[in-house]
T-cell receptor, first 113, second 112 residues
Framework: DTAVSQTPKYLVTQMGNDKSIKCEQN?????MYWYKQDSKKFLKIMFS???????INETVPNRFSPKSPDKAHLNLHINSLELGDSAVYFC????????????FGSGTRLTVV | RKEVEQDPGPFNVPEGATVAFNCTYS??????FFWYRQDCRKEPKLLMS???SGNEDGRFTAQLNRASQYISLLIRDSKLSDSATYLC?????????????FGTGTQLKVEL
């Protein structure tokens, strides 16, 4: 039933490690996004993909690499994790254009220690 | 200047009160507007779209003033369950793709 699902829900890892977050949507949307919500609760877009094609890359460090194997999946791989990467990462999806709003996943809470 | 600005609050109101939130946006090319609701440690969920003519959904009324680049949300007869953070969101379609830009949110606490 879940529309946009992310795994894992929680991720605690040490500095310098590499980790991945997975996202899948079953809404038939063709565009998917990664947002980061920092400790001040500010939600900021990181990437968007439309039909596996990267559309938006918002000045995110190269350590972050999104991958979209198909339009229903968008994964986020993070290399050499830093303390400042600690945040909640939300996946979202929409129909192209997104003018009707996005549907968000429940988030992945990443803590780097 | 932030693209979407909101008063962070918190707004502490008694149950049954009417409360209004305001939001301003800086990009005049913004095309669609929304209010999202975010409960503590949960994902944002669409509360309502905001139309130029203003629109109502039960106890919630949204208004848009494009000339002033201003959006508002009015909640009547507040319930305890309305306690959450309300995010003002604008949608911009650019050559680089579409995106929703979020305000930092206004926290509402409804009390007995």
């Amino acid at each position: 039933d879940t529309a946009v699902s992310q795994t894992p829900k929680y991720l605690v890892t040490q500095m310098g490690n590499d980790k991945s977050i997975k996202c899948e949507q079953n809404l038939g949307h063709d565009t998917m996004y990664w947002y980061k919500q920092d400790s001040k609760k500010f939600l900021k877009i990181m990437f968007s993909y439309n039909n596996k094609e990267l559309i938006i890359n918002e000045t995110v460090p190269n350590r972050f690499s999104p991958k979209s194997p198909d339009k229903a999946h968008l994964n986020l791989h993070i290399n050499s994790l830093e303390l400042g990467d600690s945040a909640v990462y939300f996946c979202a999806s929409s129909y192209r254009g997104g003018s009707y709003g996005y549907t968000f996943g429940s988030g992945t809470r990443l803590t780097v220690v | 200047r932030k693209e979407v600005e909101q008063d962070p609050g918190p707004f502490n109101v008694p149950e049954g009160a009417t409360v209004a939130f305001n939001c301003t946006y800086s990009n005049s090319a913004s095309q669609s507007f929304f209010w999202y609701r975010q409960d503590c440690r949960k994902e944002p969920k669409l509360l309502m779209s905001v139309y130029s003519s203003g629109n109502e959904d039960g106890r919630f009324t949204a208004q848009l003033n494009r000339a002033s680049q201003y959006i508002s949300l009015l909640i009547r007869d507040s319930k305890l369950s309305d306690s959450a953070t309300y995010l003002c969101v604008v949608y911009i379609l650019t050559g680089g793709g579409n995106k929703l830009t979020f305000g930092t949110g206004t926290q509402l606490k409804v009390e007995l």
